[in-house]
């Protein structure tokens, strides 16, 4: 079983409807990541968390929210989606700890289109 | 602001050695990573310079120039299987690691018979 896993892992969807994007890790990290990939965009960070307490914007956070219910699980929301959102949407954990700093885990991806 | 650039496509030959290069501007650094992502796959990480110099591993070496703002991931002896996206990423943080890294667009490699 994978040790970052995301839920759904495809979604078809209309414009104006609330997505979410569900995460959960067994790694036990602390650290907790999404992004978005889009084809000759690359990857890009839409929120963090370091901790349950901690959330923070990335650089394309707009239209987007997150939730962090439990050290191991992180929620993505799209409240009312819009095609320019239609991408491939990575989680990604990190340990603090591990010494071997920016080494992301990263869950399969969630394919997700807006028409 | 912050800018990374690495070729978008590159092809070569099963057996030979392929450079790929990645030049990075960002108003810190904590260091250069790469990643590895299969088509339809999870990336996957490769390797991480934070000091100049070449850190080897297996068939894989990365190279990292601070000064000049560059770093090259070298593949050796390669195989079909090395046919994916590879991810140049750099932590722009100034003081302390941060993890938010910044990543390239990927440079598509093909591996040829």
């Known amino acids: 079983d994978a040790d970052v896993t995301q839920t759904p892992r495809n979604r078809i969807t209309k414009t104006g409807k609330r997505i979410m994007l569900e995460c959960s890790q067994t790694k036990g990290h602390d650290r907790m990541y999404w992004y978005r990939q889009d084809p000759g965009l690359g990857l890009r960070l839409i929120y963090y968390s370091f901790d349950v307490k901690d959330i923070n914007k990335g650089e394309i956070s707009d239209g987007y929210s997150v939730s962090r219910q439990a050290q191991a699980k992180f929620s993505l929301s799209l409240e009312s989606a819009i095609p320019n959102q239609t991408a491939l949407y990575f989680c990604a954990t990190s340990d603090l700890t591990s010494g071997r700093a920016g080494e992301l885990f990263f869950g399969e991806g969630s394919r997700l289109t807006v028409l | 602001g912050q800018n990374i650039d690495q070729p978008t496509e590159m092809t070569a030959t099963e057996g030979a050695i392929v450079q790929i290069n990645c030049t990075y501007q960002?108003?810190?650094?904590?260091?250069l990573f790469w990643y590895q992502q299969h088509a339809g796959e999870a990336p996957t990480f490769l390797s991480y310079?934070?000091?100049?110099g070449l850190e080897e591993k297996g068939r894989f070496s990365s190279f990292l120039s601070r000064s000049k703002g560059y770093s090259y991931l070298l593949l050796k002896e390669l195989q079909m299987k090395d046919s994916a996206s590879y991810l140049c990423?750099?932590?722009?943080?100034?003081?302390?690691?941060?993890?938010?890294?910044?990543f390239g667009t990927g440079t598509r490699l093909q591996v040829f018979p």
């Open positions: 310079n934070v000091l100049d």
């Open positions: 990423a750099a932590d722009p943080a100034q003081f302390y690691n941060t993890d938010k890294l910044i």
């Open positions: 960002t108003s810190g650094f904590n260091g």
